[in-house]
């Protein structure tokens, strides 16, 4: 897959990409700043994107909102977005459409590299992959009524999902039956209002859904 890189720290970003091409990626584009990043986002080569938060010439939020522009532009379009801090304004927005092919790390997770590669491959592949401190923060941040429609059971089940955990990984990290955890995810559809669908979309639905505001 032909990524477009953008990180303006010039190691880190030399890191980055030797990461990802020694993980079967192809790095089409290595921008340092917004310019350069808008560039070679127009490319209708690039099938996906690692982006910092934070760019040249402002440093504060030029990646984030080249992130949200491109999927305007290619709905869809593969993203995982990279921060030091949890940028809530516009997280919220990109995390909005329901989509799914999206992800939100802190660039703590980016020095776990397995965790790392293995959350640009599940974003490349449609999925969706959130930090757990980027949950728990936009969580936090929202207004409670939602928090009243699920149990407390069902909030952790779908902060667990928010970080694109399978059934299987729930029902370990939560020491109950996949049959369980089943059971609180339909749970969660009926409450979130989530009709008949792909149940891998009304996944994606449900965890974006819960994180709007």
Same mark, same amino acid.
């Given at each position: 897959?032909?990524?477009?890189?953008?990180?303006?720290?010039?190691? =880190?970003?030399?890191?980055?990409?030797?990461?990802?091409? /020694?993980? #079967?990626?192809?790095?089409? &584009?290595?921008a340092?700043?917004?310019?350069?990043?808008?560039?070679?986002?127009?490319?209708?080569?690039?099938?996906?994107?690692?982006?910092?938060?934070? =760019?040249?010439? #402002?440093?504060?939020?030029?990646?984030?909102?080249?992130?949200?522009?491109?999927?305007?532009?290619?709905?869809g379009?593969?993203?995982?977005?990279?921060?030091?801090?949890?940028e809530?304004?516009?997280? %919220?927005?990109l995390?909005?459409?329901?989509?799914?092919?999206?992800?939100?790390?802190?660039?703590?997770?980016?020095?776990?590299?397995?965790?790392?590669?293995?959350?640009?491959?599940r974003? /490349?592949?449609?999925?969706?992959?959130?930090?757990?401190?980027?949950?728990a923060?936009?969580?936090?941040?929202?207004r409670?009524?939602?928090?009243?429609?699920?149990?407390? *059971?069902?909030?952790?089940?779908? !902060?667990l999902? !928010?970080e694109?955990?399978?059934n !299987?990984?729930?029902?370990?990290?939560?020491?109950?039956?996949?049959?369980?955890?089943a059971? &609180?995810?339909?749970?969660?559809?009926?409450? =979130?209002?989530? #009709?008949?669908?792909?149940?891998?979309? %009304? *996944?994606?639905?449900a965890?974006?859904?819960? =994180? *709007?505001?």
């Amino acid at each position: 897959m032909r990524v477009v890189l953008a990180e303006d720290h010039a190691l =880190l970003r030399a890191g980055m990409t030797q990461l990802l091409e /020694a993980n #079967g990626f192809t790095v089409l &584009h290595a921008a340092d700043d917004e310019a350069s990043l808008a560039t070679a986002l127009a490319d209708p080569a690039a099938e996906a994107a690692v982006l910092d938060v934070r =760019l040249p010439p #402002g440093q504060t939020d030029e990646g984030l909102r080249a992130a949200i522009e491109v999927r305007r532009a290619r709905p869809g379009f593969p993203v995982m977005v990279i921060s030091q801090y949890v940028e809530h304004l516009y997280a %919220r927005e990109l995390l909005a459409s329901g989509e799914g092919a999206v992800g939100y790390l802190l660039k703590d997770r980016v020095s776990d590299v397995a965790e790392f590669v293995d959350g640009v491959r599940r974003v /490349a592949a449609g999925g969706t992959v959130l930090d757990p401190e980027v949950v728990a923060s936009i969580m936090a941040s929202r207004r409670e009524e939602p928090l009243d429609r699920l149990t407390p *059971r069902e909030r952790e089940v779908l !902060a667990l999902m !928010a970080e694109g955990r399978s059934n !299987a990984a729930i029902a370990a990290r939560l020491v109950v039956t996949e049959k369980a955890v089943a059971k &609180h995810i339909n749970s969660i559809f009926a409450k =979130l209002d989530l #009709g008949l669908a792909d149940d891998d979309h %009304r *996944r994606v639905r449900a965890v974006l859904t819960w =994180l *709007r505001v």
